[in-house]
């Protein structure tokens, strides 16, 4: 079982992290490594993200569509997330792929965005 992730360090979409959809359930981690603040989010797509390019989707036209799952303002130190420890989600339907996306970091942040998925379905 592998964990997949990817990571963000400025502003701007993170590669896309390409999931398996016949896999209906993905736990998703999001923690941040370093810094001090940041307005960041997740999204996720239901389309097949490989079909628009090996690294996923940019989200201009002609490409897959990315909504968001999850969007925040965050205070953070070198280690830790308000609320302390990262956020997590688990999704209990079937998705195509994640990335993070930020409109504005300080400090040196580093966001890392994990997801395992299940085996059973």
Not at 11 to 32: F, M, N, W, Y
Not at 104 to 114: E, I, S
């Amino acid at each position: 079982m592998a964990t997949l992730s990817t990571t963000l360090s400025s502003v701007g979409t993170s590669p896309a992290i390409i999931l398996d959809p016949v896999k209906r359930t993905t736990s998703v981690q999001l923690t941040v490594t370093t810094g001090s603040c940041g307005t960041f989010g997740v999204q996720y797509t239901l389309d097949d993200p490989t079909a628009f390019g090996a690294t996923g989707a940019t989200g201009a036209a002609g490409t897959a569509t990315w909504a968001a799952l999850s969007t925040s303002v965050a205070i953070v130190s070198s280690t830790t997330l308000e609320p302390v420890g990262g956020l997590t989600w688990t999704v209990l339907s079937p998705l195509g792929g994640l990335r993070l996306f930020s409109s504005a970091l300080g400090g040196g942040v580093t966001y890392t965005l994990k997801a395992l998925q299940s085996v059973l379905g």
